[in-house]
């Protein structure tokens, strides 16, 4: 699995865009790059997901730069609800059918 | 919302204890997994399985063990419960998508174990 390097922390204001980073340089062809956040003491949730397009669901956006060594987590309208730890995770889907391996992520703060 | 249940969500038990923590999924999914992840820590695979009658041991050692005989059902179990047991314990699942290939994972609220 490829490496990824992300902030340990950041704050954004409630209602303004939260951008996370994530840099994956070492990510194969095969991996898509999938985002989960923790909020404190519950089970991580899914957020989103992709391959090397940009991609938008409700709760995100994801952008891949075409070289897709890396990649930014947009949470358009951040709440207070948004505070968590966002974590980034490339990951084959095929074959073996690979776990995913958490690292330390980032954690947002959301502020009033 | 993910159908994934954890019970109990709080236990907190003696040394030398046998426990069993339950996980259970209404999705049908096939693949489950078992994630151990000390307060302020990474998650650590410990246990998944690709179905009924399949376990393996994940990235992270440990002194658990599993079993799936129903498709919905993935307990964990912990022969003789120690003080260096204490943590949290998080189920999850996904499901195997048309294209071959494993979909989102849905993680349970999961179990926090102290061992006293």
């Known amino acids: 699995d490829a490496k990824t390097t992300q902030p340990t922390s950041m704050d954004c204001a409630e209602g303004r865009a939260a951008n996370l980073p994530c840099n994956h340089s070492?990510?194969?062809?095969?991996?898509?790059v999938y985002w989960y956040r923790q909020i404190h003491s519950q089970g991580p949730q899914y957020i989103i997901h992709?391959?090397?397009n940009n991609e938008t669901n409700e709760m995100a956006s994801l952008i891949i730069t075409e070289d897709r060594k890396s990649s930014t987590l947009i949470l358009p309208h951040a709440t207070l609800r948004d505070t968590a730890v966002y974590y980034c995770?490339?990951?084959?889907?095929?074959?073996?059918?690979?776990?995913?391996?958490f690292g330390s992520g980032t954690q947002l703060t959301v502020l009033p | 919302e993910a159908d994934i249940y954890q019970t109990p969500r709080y236990l907190v038990i003696g040394t030398g204890k046998k426990i069993t923590l339950e996980c259970s999924q209404t999705?049908?999914?096939?693949?489950m997994y078992w994630y151990q992840q000390d307060p302020g820590m990474e998650l650590h695979l410990i246990h998944y399985s690709y179905g009924v009658n399949s376990t393996e041991k994940g990235d992270l050692s440990s002194e658990s063990t599993v079993s799936r005989i129903r498709t919905e059902h993935f307990p964990l179990t912990l022969e003789s419960a120690r003080p260096s047991h204490t943590s949290q314990y998080l189920c999850?699942?996904?499901?195997?998508?048309?294209?071959?290939?494993?979909?989102?994972?849905?993680f349970g609220p999961g179990t926090r174990l102290t061992v006293l």
């Open positions: 995770i490339p990951t084959g889907r095929t074959g073996s059918a690979r776990q995913l391996t």
């Open positions: 992709g391959l090397k």
């Open positions: 999850a699942s996904s499901e195997l998508g048309p294209g071959g290939y494993y979909n989102e994972q849905f």
């Open positions: 070492t990510i194969s062809g095969n991996e898509y």
């Open positions: 999705m049908g999914h096939d693949k």
